[in-house]
């Protein structure tokens, strides 16, 4: 996938090896960094950044906006392609809360809960997506 003459980026959202997002047609996007927020244009300089759980936007030249919550991760940053990887990642317009809440049941339900990282991991990822809805 190439950016659209070098105007636009490539962005990837990769969660738990599977990809959650690819979009080439991208205008800006907006990062939610352990030191601050940043905002990522075509061109930008290369980097790494260390993300914190928030909410990833990614803006469109039709001033259109995705967003994403993310558990954290890191976020690689080429002149024209921007990688993301958490642990996490749920598409905030399909948010369901009932599903949030059923899952976080089942989560609850584990015995082993407090020898599993992962499962605490998606417990408080999930209810840090009820508290951001609340």
Not at 56 to 76: L, Q, W
Not at 106 to 120: C, D, G, M
Request: aromatic share 4%; charged share 20%.
């Amino acid at each position: 996938m190439k950016p659209i003459n070098g105007t636009t980026l490539i962005v990837k959202i990769l969660a738990l090896e599977k990809i959650i997002y690819n979009n080439n047609t991208v205008d800006m996007l907006v990062l939610p960094g352990l030191e601050g927020v940043l905002a990522v244009l075509p061109q930008h300089l290369p980097m790494l950044v260390v993300l914190k759980f928030g909410i990833v936007e990614v803006h469109y030249n039709d001033r259109s906006i995705d967003r994403f919550t993310i558990s954290g991760g890191i976020a690689k940053v080429d002149s024209q392609v921007v990688d993301i990887i958490s642990m996490f990642v749920m598409n905030c317009m399909h948010i369901d809360i009932l599903k949030i809440k059923a899952r976080i049941e089942e989560i609850n339900a584990v015995t082993s809960l407090k020898r599993n990282t992962l499962l605490q991991e998606e417990h408080k990822f999930l209810m840090a997506n009820l508290e951001l809805l609340s």
